[in-house]
T-cell receptor, first 113, second 114 residues
Framework: DVKVTQSSRYLVKRTGEKVFLECVQDMDHENMFWYRQDPGLGLRLIYFSYDVKMKEKGDIPEGYSVSREKKERFSLILESASTNQTSMYLC????????????FGPGTRLLVL | AQSVTQPDIHITVSEGASLELRCNYSYGATPYLFWYVQSPGQGLQLLLKYFSGDTLVQGIKGFEAEFKRSQSSFNLRKPSVHWSDAAEYFCAVGEDNAGNMLTFGGGTRLMVKP
């Protein structure tokens, strides 16, 4: 079975802190994604990566950056956390073709105080 | 740009009743269409997907969905709902030339009455 793991299920941070969210997949997928999930808004794409060291902005990249140094690992970075970044963050991975299924991790619920 | 609309934010059905969750999309070409389910505190799990061929797609847990190009719809159905189906359901559309990026609808939260 495909496994996508996220480093934390719950995080509490203070405004201005630098926050790292990590995601690891074990299926040798080329593509990895970071989404933000908010009630009524569904999932919105923050960034995705289609190869090591490659990244593309999604719909809401402001305030976030990403890093992909190894194929299996994709990190989301909040350079200076703000209260409006309180949300659920979901990581996913897939093979590169349009019909391919994205496999999701369990999510990290981040609270910024 | 593509978009996905799930008109029903919340739906409540009785256990054993039939279910239909609506999904409408906007996309110029033939889309790739997905339904995912999210149980409380969990990530998303794929229920089914359509990318070509038969417009009636069977998925896991007894779910099915029908792609209707003329109506730009991909509604999810189940003939008899179980209490364990209570969850949030997301419809998504993907395109072939965008690195497998998906656009998600806002979700429908399903509650099941005993």
């Amino acid at each position: 079975d495909v496994k996508v793991t996220q480093s934390s299920r719950y995080l509490v941070k203070r405004t201005g802190e630098k926050v790292f969210l990590e995601c690891v997949q074990d299926m040798d997928h080329e593509n990895m994604f970071w989404y933000r999930q908010d009630p009524g808004l569904g999932l919105r794409l923050i960034y995705f990566s289609y190869d090591v060291k490659m990244k593309e902005k999604g719909d809401i990249p402001e305030g976030y950056s990403v890093s992909r140094e190894k194929k299996e690992r994709f990190s989301l970075i909040l350079e200076s956390a703000s209260t409006n970044q309180t949300s659920m963050y979901l990581c996913a991975s897939s093979f590169p073709w349009g019909s391919e299924t994205q496999y999701f991790g369990p999510g990290t619920r981040l609270l910024v105080l | 740009a593509q978009s996905v609309t799930q008109p029903d934010i919340h739906i409540t059905v009785s256990e054993g009743a039939s279910l239909e969750l609506r999904c409408n999309y906007s996309y110029g070409a033939t889309p790739y269409l997905f339904w995912y389910v999210q149980s409380p505190g969990q990530g998303l799990q794929l229920l089914l997907k359509y990318f070509s061929g038969d417009t009636l797609v069977q998925g896991i847990k007894g779910f099915e969905a029908e792609f209707k190009r003329s109506q730009s719809s991909f509604n999810l159905r189940k003939p008899s709902v179980h209490w364990s189906d209570a969850a949030e359901y997301f419809c998504a559309v993907g395109e072939d030339n965008a690195g497998n990026m998906l656009t998600f609808g806002g979700g429908t939260r399903l509650m099941v009455k005993p």
